[in-house]
């Protein structure tokens, strides 16, 4: 079991949540046609481009400031997302360095017909927190207001 998954159950070696109301989503968009392939699903670089968003929001929350991706560490797709399915992607802070901070990014479809959601991949983005020149800078310790405190 992977950290974050929430309320789920396993089905076939496949993650299936249930009704998971309290985790806030960090992106929910629809998957559009200009997005996908002539068959319908969903292009791999989309999907990995809104969850590197997702976490990008949660490591400039936390350093309350610019970063950048420095890695994605195993990443791996579990089912295609076709067109018009909705795509929910969560983004929780693991670990916060001097300089670094570690996102687990999970990436959740559910078609438009049903409420039943299938995790399609999940990975853990790396970020440095950056200053104005582009040199990285210490993140400030957690506001505990906030709720960025992993701890």
Known sequence: MQP???NFQSRGGLHVAMQDRF??????????PADANPAGDIFGG????????AAGIAAARRSKGRCATVAVEAM???QPVRIGDELTV????????????TIEVEA????RSVEERTQVTHARF?????????KPREVPPADDQDGSNPD
């Open 90 to 101: 969560y983004a929780d802070l693991v670990k916060v360095g001097r300089t670094s901070i």
């Open 23 to 32: 985790r806030e989503p960090a992106i929910r968009i629809t998957a559009m």
């Open 46 to 53: 989309w999907l990995m481009a809104q969850m590197d968003m």
């Open 108 to 111: 959740w479809r559910r078609p």
């Open 126 to 134: 790396v970020f440095v927190a950056i200053d104005a020149e582009g």
């Open 4 to 6: 974050g998954l929430g």
């Open 76 to 78: 791996k797709f579990l």
